[in-house]
């Protein structure tokens, strides 16, 4: 267990970007969550709600991450900078630990437990099975599994799920436009439902490209046929991650989507040393991985999930005494996740192919075209 220093935190909190193609407001299935805006990377930038109240000093607010940190420039940090937004906006005191492995999330949790906490986040689906146990002997502490889809929770518990099948859908279709080889990837860093859920989305996506345009685009690394694929084990190791890319590359992919935080880091470790040359591109997930890692000029686009601002507006349900049960549930309709912007790669994407994604995107909203999720809504 690791409890982050100021110093730490100050150097999370990313510079605001530019809002995201899909613009990510997370609006849910249970009560609506307060309005207000997101940069790229996930960061909420709220307005003080009035009905929260002036002192909320008393209530302090917990989260605990999934293995790689706060600083994994993926969900944990989205979801981190949640919560510093609504420290700043609404007065409340917080308190972190970080899991660098999964042997740790359990005393991590019951490390908030002891600490007083109002409200503890679990953030990743593998934190659920952690806080199950422990929100049924704690009942008057509220619960959030953050990336959590499993329903079998007690009623102090409320999960936070995205469709990102549904973006990951568009990044498929953007990537068999793109990719000049007729090969792209996708990898994941463990075999979980939050993890393939991209990849399912992703192949989805390719699929259709290639059912409209009479191409044959293959996909490497996911069979959504089988539902199985290329898994690292982890969400650390980084070098895997890189000798994974570089056997991709190696049989052909030019556009490659990781699906496993920090590991992807990897990922443009490889892309990067293959040279411009091969022109390999990367789809990043999440966060906007243009803006939260050191070589976004490798990457085309980013899955992302609002993870950051839905963890803002729960604590402001929670202040008002609008705790729910329900899930909140992120789509394209509502926001919740969508495409980053294009950044360097905005002159090479061509103008059709802008607008069968962006007409796409709406179809899949209106229902004209279905993409197919296993997700729990919980």
């Known amino acids: 267990m690791g409890i982050l220093s100021d110093e730490k935190a100050r150097r999370l909190l990313l510079p605001a970007a530019v809002l995201s193609v899909s613009g990510l407001l997370l609006t849910g299935c249970g009560a609506p969550p307060e309005e207000g805006d997101s940069n790229a990377n996930g960061e909420a930038q709220v307005s003080t709600d009035p009905e929260v109240g002036d002192d909320n000093s008393d209530y302090l607010a917990c989260i605990v991450s999934d293995e790689g940190g706060f600083d994994d420039r993926s969900f944990n940090q989205s979801s981190y900078e949640g919560l510093k937004a609504a420290e700043s906006d609404y007065g409340i005191k917080i308190r972190e630990a970080e899991s660098q492995e999964p042997g740790e999330f359990t005393p991590n949790v019951n490390s908030m437990v002891d600490a007083g906490c109002n409200s503890i986040f679990g953030v990743g689906f593998m934190l659920g099975d952690t806080i199950k146990p422990i929100a049924e002997k704690e009942s008057d502490i509220h619960f959030f599994g953050v990336d959590v889809t499993d329903g079998g929770f007690s009623d102090n518990v409320q999960n ?25 990837a996708t990898y994941g860093g463990m075999e979980l439902p939050t993890v393939t859920i991209f990849m399912e989305g992703f192949a989805e996506g390719v699929e259709y490209y290639n059912e409209q345009k009479d191409e044959d685009v293959k996909v490497l690394g996911w069979d959504n046929d089988a539902k199985t694929g290329s898994f690292i084990g982890d969400f650390s190791n980084q070098a895997a991650g890189k000798t994974n890319t570089a056997n991709f590359i190696n049989e052909g992919a030019d556009i490659i989507m990781p699906v496993a935080g920090p ?84 002159g090479e994407v061509p103008e059709d192919l802008k607008k069968e994604v962006e007409d796409l995107r709406q179809q899949i909203i209106d229902g004209d075209v279905t993409v197919e999720s296993s997700i729990d809504e919980g």
Not at 308 to 328: C, M, N, P, R, W
Request: glycine share 12%; aromatic share 10%.
């Open 263 to 346: 590991v992807g880091l990897g990922t443009l470790d490889a892309v990067a040393e293959a040279g411009e040359d091969k022109g390999v591109k990367v789809i990043w997930v999440d966060s906007d991985g243009y803006e939260s890692t050191d070589k976004g000029q490798y990457i085309l686009t980013s899955v992302m999930k609002n993870m950051g601002q839905s963890v803002t507006d729960v604590i402001a349900e929670d202040l008002k005494g609008e705790f729910t049960h329900e899930a909140y549930l992120g789509t394209l309709e509502n926001e919740g996740v969508g495409l980053a912007p294009y950044h360097d790669f905005d």
């Open 160 to 184: 936070l799920t995205y469709d990102t099948a549904q973006a990951a859908f568009l990044a498929g279709y953007l990537a068999a436009g793109m990719s000049e080889t007729g090969t792209v």
